[in-house]
């Protein structure tokens, strides 16, 4: 096995102390089998439930009226995450167009929105338009307004119940931490925060941004009183076979008005061809949670592979998992950019790829991806990326197997000790 690495481009020395780390994780990757056993019977539960067949998988076009395999994919969706209505559709993009789908549907002219856990990620900045940008819920009239989180991540209550007001129509709640140096919210953790705000404000709309936190847990969000859950298809619940697409699930209401703004008002979701995609969503479906656990060891694998080598990581080495994402503070360009070397490096596609900073849409600071992958942006794929900016931390995500996101960390540390921006320990160096 070390000369099968070596011929991937890794050091035996570099094989080795990830072989040493490993052996401390056998107990975790246990129970990360586990949960991923109760999240496939739930999906294939759903699925026998609603009778999917083969006739579900045919491709239609046009207007798409009468599409049997969309309505029952929603079903499936909504059975799935425990909620009334699923729009689960490839006309949406991405994970950032799912929400604002979901924003603009349900804030009006005079609402406001509350983000009760600090900025939100890059990409909403325009959207709600904290960043001027023509077609911004502010540029409709409507009002924004957060709440930082307290300095240990934790939630800030009393500034929060001080926030609502008769305006505050919906509350955002960003369960990954994105581009933020913060910890991802456990399930138990969104539950307690939409609680709190209910008790404020019975009628406040609680929404998650479930991105990269579906199948984690063995609940969602939408299971402890969350009237909406958000995501992308390229991301958990796509498997990595989901070419495109997103989901929102939640209250019948608030769906069916998501559905209108997504085609028209009057047409909602009787319309929207699924162009073969059928397949594709429900096989991404049934091998999520899979994928997810293998992805969850490779975060694992690599918090502790780094932690010991003195960087400051985020989750821990010990902590609790609540997504698939790893934060690595590396403390320079220098070291983001040897980073995502070795993660590009372990692509089976654009392999021979040189990742460099660059201008990316949506972003105020250049961005550094790492993405060798079958579907372009699919972050449940092996990625990395990260805005070139203090501290310099990179987010680590995503493999449709744990071997091959092995391999991806082990080639990041070797450009890193190539670099000169680490050291292996002693035993490892001798």
């Known amino acids: 096995m070390t000369e099968q690495y070596l011929r991937m481009g890794v050091s035996p020395a570099v094989y080795d102390y990830g072989q040493r780390v490993l052996e401390s994780l056998r ?25 999917v067949s083969a006739a579900c998988f045919a491709a239609t076009t046009g207007y798409g009226y ?10 499936v969706y909504a059975d799935v995450f425990g909620t009334e209505a699923a729009l689960v559709r490839p006309q949406i993009t991405c994970g950032t167009h799912a929400l604002t789908v979901a924003l603009s549907a349900n804030l009006l002219p005079g609402d406001e929105l509350l983000s009760p856990v600090g900025r939100p990620y890059d990409t909403l900045e325009e959207v709600i338009g904290i960043r001027p940008s023509a077609c911004s819920l502010k540029e409709y009239g409507v009002s924004y307004r957060q709440v930082d989180l307290l300095p240990d991540g934790s939630f800030d209550y009393d500034a929060i119940a001080a926030a609502v007001t008769e305006k505050t129509k919906l509350a955002t709640i960003q369960r990954s931490k994105g581009y933020a140096m913060r910890p991802t919210f456990s399930v ?29 847990e063995k609940l969602e969000p939408s299971d402890v009183g969350a009237d909406l859950v958000v995501g992308s298809l390229i991301k958990n619940p796509g498997g990595g076979l989901a070419p495109i697409g997103g989901y929102i699930c939640g209250r019948r209401d608030l769906v069916e008005r998501c559905a209108y703004r997504l085609s028209a008002p009057g047409l909602g979701q009787e319309v929207g061809a699924n162009l073969g995609l059928m397949p594709a969503f429900y096989q ?12 969850l060891k490779g975060a694992i694998f690599a ?54 900073p660059w201008d990316m849409p949506g972003y105020d600071d250049q961005v550094i991806m790492a993405a060798g992958t079958f579907v372009q942006g699919s972050s449940i794929e092996l990625s990395a990326d990260g805005p070139i900016r203090p501290p310099y931390a990179v987010y680590f995500q995503g493999g449709l197997t744990w071997y091959h996101a092995k391999l991806g960390i082990l080639l990041s540390l070797q450009k890193l000790v190539e670099a000169g921006l680490t050291k292996l320990p002693e035993e490892e160096q001798k």
């Open 27 to 51: 107990g975790r990757f246990d129970a990360l089998d586990e949960t991923a056993e109760y999240n496939q019977c739930k999906v294939i539960a759903a699925m026998q439930k609603h009778r």
């Open 66 to 75: 009468d599409d049997v395999g969309r309505e029952n994919l929603e079903r």
């Open 188 to 216: 138990r953790q969104i539950g307690e925060l939409v609680a709190f705000l209910k008790r404020i404000k019975p009628d406040i709309i609680c929404m998650v941004d479930n991105c990269y936190g579906e199948f984690v």
């Open 284 to 295: 991404g479906l049934f091998l999520a949670p899979t994928v997810v656990s293998g992805a």
């Open 303 to 356: 918090a502790n592979l780094y932690e010991r080598l003195g960087f400051r990581v985020l989750p821990n080495g010990t902590e609790e998992r609540h997504d698939i994402i790893q934060a690595v503070e590396l403390g320079s360009r220098e070291g983001m950019i040897a980073f995502c070397k070795g993660i590009q490096a372990a692509a089976p596609v654009d392999s021979f790829a040189d990742p460099m």
